[in-house]
C-alpha cells in the first residue's frame, strides 16, 4: 500500500533573521516563530525577513553555527524539485519522539523531499534499515536459545495466531494486577503451547521477550529507541543510510553526517 505524505502548503523554509538585541545573527526561524515575537512586542521588525529581539536571550543561539545560520533553499534534496515539498525526517519521526535529546530544537536532520523521492525511500531502503535494527536489538537483548526459530513460527504456524501470543505476553506484562486469575491462566496457557512448554515450564523471561517482542512488531520507533544505547551511533546510521541510498545533491550548505546530535 502506497503510504501518502502531505505536501507542505507553505514553505518549508522561510529563511527569517533573528537577531540578538546587539545586531548579531543567532538563528534563522519561520515566519511564524518571527510573527510569535512581534505580537508580544518581544522583538522590533527590521526588513521583510529580519527581526531584533528586545530582550537578552538566555543563550547566544546558534551563534557561529554555518549549518543553522545559512539561508536554505525549498526544493527536493534529491532532485532538485520544487513542487509537492514534503518534511523528511532523517531519523524517522516514530523513532525521533522517543528521543528526547534531539526531538526539540534540533532540525539539523530535518529535510525537504518531493512526494516521489520520499515515496521511494520509505519503500525501498528506510523500511529495511528500521527492520535490521529490530531485529539486532532482540538478538542482543535475547539468548539465541530464546529466539531460535520464533520469526519461522510466522509461516509455520498461523500468523495470526503468532501475532496473538505476543499481545499476551504484552498484557500480561501489563495488566496483571487487574486481570482476574481466569484472564491470567488463559494467556498464560496459550504462550505455552505455543513456545510447546507446560505453565510450570513458562518462565517470567518467555513473558518478557514475547512482549518485548510485540512492541518491536507494533511500535518500533519507541522500541528501537528505548533499546538504543549508543544514540549518536542509531543517529550516524539513518544519515548513512538516507546519503548511500538516494544520493542527494541538494542538501542544505553545512549538512554534515557527524553532526553533534545536540545543540551544545
Known sequence: MRKQFDANKKPIYSNCRMLSPTNVLIAM??????DWYLERDLAEKMDEKIFR???IPKGNGHDGDLFYLSEKENKCVVCGSTGNL???????????RHLDAIKHHNNHDIIPLCDKCHQKYETLYAK?????IVKEIIDR???PEMVE??????HKKNKKEYIQVLKDASALMTYTDVMSL??????????????????????PDDIVMLGDMFAGVYDRGRFIAENSSDLKHLVLRWRENFIKSMCPKFMPQYWDVNKSITLD
Open 29 to 34: 526561524c519561520g515566519k511564524e516563530k518571527m
Open 53 to 55: 529581539l528586545k530582550f
Open 86 to 96: 514534503t518534511k523528511h525526517h532523517v531519523v524517522p519521526y516514530c523513532v525521533r
Open 128 to 132: 529495511f534499515l528500521k527492520e535490521k
Open 141 to 143: 537483548l535475547f539468548s
Open 149 to 154: 526459530g520464533l520469526p519461522d513460527k510466522i
Open 182 to 203: 481466569k484472564r491470567i491462566r488463559l494467556l498464560r496457557k496459550r504462550i505455552a503451547d505455543y513456545l510447546g512448554k507446560t505453565d510450570e515450564e513458562l518462565s
